[in-house]
């Protein structure tokens, strides 16, 4: 695999012997007003940002802020969003549950501000008296992780202080006056913020808005597995988990290698941690490689074997023919291996596994990693140490972790790409770690997945319907703050991905804004989508039926989420440069809360400028091709073939 020289383009370090093809057109879609419902509703979410963002500063709008939001129309979502009172804006199926006056915002940077409290069933929304300089505050409940009662000193007996401790990196503080007549606020947070605490159902099935584009159909298993050239000779659909039997976190569509008896397949399951067999996750379109995903087996201080197992790994080998050898990537660190094998977990051996090499990649479990975000979080909100900026983010070690995670994909891509060597990847359960890596991988290795339905189809395949603990991991409608279970696993992901993009700028068809409204509504239990943690418990809960896909917001209004510098390079394979030196704090999500850390110029709205720019541009090439071809053509008809013979056209534009 040929290394990336630098980040001018998407170019550098991708595949040079295959032509890319013309970037395409991405004139904005027809129709898509101001006053439509797709065009307000994503309107009304830029001002809900600009407004939250806002807040943080000071009681004046910053000027930048406000000429971004100068043309915007009011407050609405959609063609349904009804205000309250005070102008609050409602969602579809969103009711006000309690306003407070006299409220006072904490706010860190410019100090305290008055204004009007008011509390729904799926946000906060805080706005400040003075009318000449508007000051907004929008926290949707989904976001809070913990409520704190502070201390407020000199404000009188009956004032309450609160900090809303959030899982996006901020932890915005009020003090309040509490009343008799009034509910409790902090009983009314807890309710609606924790709901299934409180045997109350999330927000996504009351949220009613509806789109153009339904975005539950992106992912369809079976055409993604025809896209890739599957069932063929050596691997085949199995309809074995149809009724999630063999294995309750797995989807129900699976593709396992075709020379292999249903009795066989259960005994693996039996022998593999939480019966996640070895299942195909990406085929090589050429090289027939594959990245196959599974759990750890489970070996044991005994040394435990299973000859169905060995002999699974075995058939993967033999279908690929460009290699004899088989590499399994294990995610984690080699000694925390050595420990799981002493209960009853474990790895491949070498002298076991015929043929087989096994690398451990040495990333940390799922405690570091949240830790390591806790640590991120105090050196970046409420105040920022300028003299020990570099040294603070070192010693929270979360850019070596990201490090780690790219490094380790590469090699994966790289084992397939220039190895022609089909690998396993696995970490304990086969859930976090496994699904970094897999779809990172794949995200080098296939030009489909960077763009922005294929990225969708990505995200659905390897995290949504292979398993990945949402629930847990992000503790959607859940109290239990302290659980253990609760790691930023996705968020390490996406932070992986605009990584890439920095170094590959033209490689992918979303931009930043889409990354950060993915990981925004990771929390925002506004969208059905990253809810629950298997395929199964959706099907249960009835979620695509009940609740709207975050891809059908997305879909909806694709140009506010699309790249204006995206070139189509089919089947190049990114090689991203994986060293400490060549990766930076993503400023933009972690600190984007901060006023000081924020861009002078508004970012989003210069690309989306310069998207429209393009479109106008590759509008007047066509008619500049056609007024050339319409030339040529008069110019025939006006000279004797004999002129012309021989003389190719060209158009010059």
Known sequence: MEKQAGAAGAADGALPNRKPRAPPTCAPASGDTLESPTGCHVEWCKQLIAA???????????????????????????????????????????????????????????????????????????????????????????????????SVPNQGENTKGLELVCKDMRSPRFAYKTEESHPDVVELLSKHAFPLSHSLPLFAFLYKEQFPVDGWKVYEPTAEYRRLGLPNESWAFSKMNSNYELCDTYPSILVIPTHIAEDDVRRVAVFRAKHRIPVLSWIHPETQATIVRCSQPLVGPSDRRCKEDERFLQIIMDA????????????????????????????????????????????????VMRESLRKMKDVVYPTIDEAHWHSAIDQTHWLEYIRLLLAGAAKI????????????????????????????AMLMLDSHYRTLRGFQVLVEKEWVSFGHKFAARVGHGDENHANSERSPLFVQFIDCVWQMTRQFPAAFEFNELFLITVLDHLYSCLFGTFLY?????????????????LWSYINSQPEDF??????DYEHHVLCPLVSSRHLELWTGYYARWNPRMRPQVPVH???????FLKA??????????????????????????????????????
């Open 52 to 150: 939250t963002i806002s807040s943080q500063i000071s009681g004046s709008v910053p000027s930048d802020i406000a000429r971004d939001n100068k043309n915007l129309p009011a407050l609405r979502y959609g063609a349904q969003v009804t205000m309250f009172q005070n102008q609050v804006p409602l969602l579809p199926g969103e009711t006000v549950q309690t306003t407070v006056k006299d409220v006072m915002y904490i706010c860190p940077f410019s100090g305290p501000v008055n204004g009007t409290l008011t509390i729904t069933d799926y946000k906060l929304y805080f706005t400040s008296v003075e009318l000449e300089s508007p000051f907004v505050l929008d926290v949707n409940l989904g976001v809070i992780s913990r409520l704190e009662t502070i």
């Open 320 to 367: 690929n023919a460009q290699s004899h050898k088989l590499t399994i990537f294990d995610a984690r660190q080699s000694s925390v291996a050595v420990t799981n094998k002493a209960k009853d977990g474990g790895y491949e051996s070498e002298g076991v596994y015929s043929n087989v090499e096994l690398n451990f990649l040495e990333i940390p479990n799922i405690h």
């Open 413 to 440: 891509a790289e084992k397939l790409e220039s190895g022609k060597t089909s690998v396993v990847v696995h970490c304990s359960d086969g859930w976090d770690r496994t699904a970094q890596l897999t779809s990172l």
């Open 533 to 549: 943690s298997s395929e199964q418990e959706r099907a249960a809960k009835e979620v695509q039926t009940s609740t709207v896909s």
């Open 562 to 567: 699309t790249n204006p510098f995206y070139v």
């Open 605 to 611: 709205q210069t690309l989306k400028e310069l998207l």
């Open 616 to 653: 106008e541009l590759q509008r007047r090439v066509e008619e500049l091709k056609r007024d050339a071809t319409s030339r040529s053509s008069s110019s025939f008809s006006e000279h004797s073939p004999s002129h012309i013979a021989g003389t190719p056209l060209h158009s010059a534009v």
